[in-house]
């Protein structure tokens, strides 16, 4: 994470502040305010939380093909290979191809 910044700190009870930057250059800052219990729900600590989130959010955005693997992973703050990894671990195929798709194929090779 070379070129990106992850930060987080408790400003006030329940305030958390997350911010991540794509570049140094170019900021985006977003506040959550989540209960404390929360984390112990979880049993992680908020900067594990953050990660998990991002995660989350990454395979999701992924799985409805709303980003790319790339733009996915970089969000997720993780390698092209973890990414393929953490797909993995929830139950989403890493390629595009549908089931229409391959009946098509299917037929098209059959048909030559």
């Known amino acids: 994470m ?33 209960p404390r219990q929360l984390f112990s729900a979880f049993r992680q600590e908020p900067e594990e939380f953050l990660a998990a989130m991002r995660l989350a959010a990454a395979v999701k ?6 980003l790319s693997q790339a733009k ?3 969000i997720a703050g993780l390698s092209r290979a973890e990414f393929l990894a953490a797909l993995d671990r929830f139950g989403v195929t890493p390629f595009r191809i549908t ?3 391959l009946i098509h194929e299917a037929q098209s090779s059959y048909d030559t």
């Open 2 to 34: 070379s070129d990106r910044l992850l930060a987080y700190d408790w400003a006030h009870v329940g305030n958390w502040n997350a911010c991540y930057n794509a570049t140094m250059s170019d900021t985006v800052q977003l506040t959550l305010e989540l």
């Open 61 to 66: 955005w992924y799985e409805t093909e709303q």
């Open 72 to 74: 996915a992973a970089e």
């Open 99 to 101: 089931a229409s798709d």
